[in-house]
């Protein structure tokens, strides 16, 4: 609904970081969004895309999460995000499976909201910026 909505105002823009396909048997990147909605997709890893992106944009006001959900991937892209979040602006966490979300959320002083998946031991995690 919101890249929906985006679409149909012409006001806001989806950028999407992925790794380079391993093989050259096809490409499934991006078939999460429908072709109409797709915008920017930009290749590597998030690691080295994405600090250069935000430097680019200067602010953003939704971030989703759905790489590498090691501790340590999230705790970086998290803390690479926040200072270009926009104030009321949203991070979104999937398949949040360890304690990186909350210990985040407590290092900035901001309340984490979990919602249950029907996965056990899994949520999608949401965090506001005051």
Partial sequence: MALA????????????????????????????????????????SSRWVLPSLLQK???????LHD???TRAAQL????TV??????GGVIVSD????AAFVSFAEQVGARPYLVPRPVPDTAVGMLRKP
């Fill in 5 to 44: 909505a985006m679409h149909e105002s012409g006001d806001g823009h989806l950028y999407s970081i992925d790794l380079p396909p391993l093989e050259m048997t096809g490409d499934a990147r991006g078939n999460a969004v429908p072709a109409r909605y797709r915008s920017t997709l930009l290749l590597g």
């Fill in 57 to 63: 944009l200067g602010s953003i006001d939704l971030f």
């Fill in 67 to 69: 790489s590498d959900h």
């Fill in 76 to 79: 970086r892209e998290y803390r």
């Fill in 82 to 87: 926040w200072p270009y979040l926009s104030s």
């Fill in 95 to 98: 398949d949040v499976r360890n």
